[in-house]
């Protein structure tokens, strides 16, 4: 397959990490791929690691997840994948680790 083809509308465009969609009403939705979501997932749960024996800290990781929240939240329509994802960072570092990290 060529690096082009053509598609309809309502089956969505792949363009810049998003899936755009034109609805029936003429809205277009703008979705993020899953592929970047399971990305940060799969860090999160590495860094947590890289914490525990001292190659990372707590600063250098809390930057990294709010760099990629923020352009989660403001490229794509994604609350809810926002929301879970701030759930499983408080997961890993926030309870029960409160005594271990430091962001200053």
Known sequence: MGKTRIVKLKDG?????GI?????NGKII???ESESRKRMRRKLKK???LLE?????AFDIY???QSWRGNYRRRFDAYHTVKR???LYNELFIKNHT???NYG
Do not use: C, P
């Open 13 to 17: 465009i792949h363009f810049l990490k």
């Open 20 to 24: 755009y969609t034109l609805k029936e």
């Open 30 to 32: 703008r979705q993020a």
């Open 47 to 49: 860094f947590r690691g």
């Open 53 to 57: 024996i001292g190659h990372m800290n």
């Open 63 to 65: 930057t990294a997840y």
């Open 85 to 87: 994802m701030d759930a």
């Open 99 to 101: 005594s271990e990290v």
